[in-house]
């Protein structure tokens, strides 16, 4: 029943939602990130799909990062 992982912000608030047994300490300090990259071809037929995504990820990034300040 014992364990560690290291786990981006949004996965662990994720979590905790489904189980109260999970505890967790925030990782603070210089080089203390996470760096999310969408990676496409330059004529993906799909650009504008593609950037609503990138717009929903840093959405809810912004989101989950205000709950936990």
Do not use: C, K
Not at 41 to 53: K, S, V
């Amino acid at each position: 029943g014992q364990g560690a992982t290291l786990a981006p912000l949004l996965a662990f608030a994720d979590w905790r939602r489904q189980s109260a047994d999970l505890d967790g300490l925030r990782v603070v300090g210089l080089g203390a990130s996470r760096l999310i990259r969408l990676v496409h071809r330059r004529n993906a037929p799909r650009r504008a799909a593609i950037e609503a995504l990138a717009a929903s990820l840093r959405g809810s990034a912004e989101t989950a990062l205000a709950a936990w300040a």
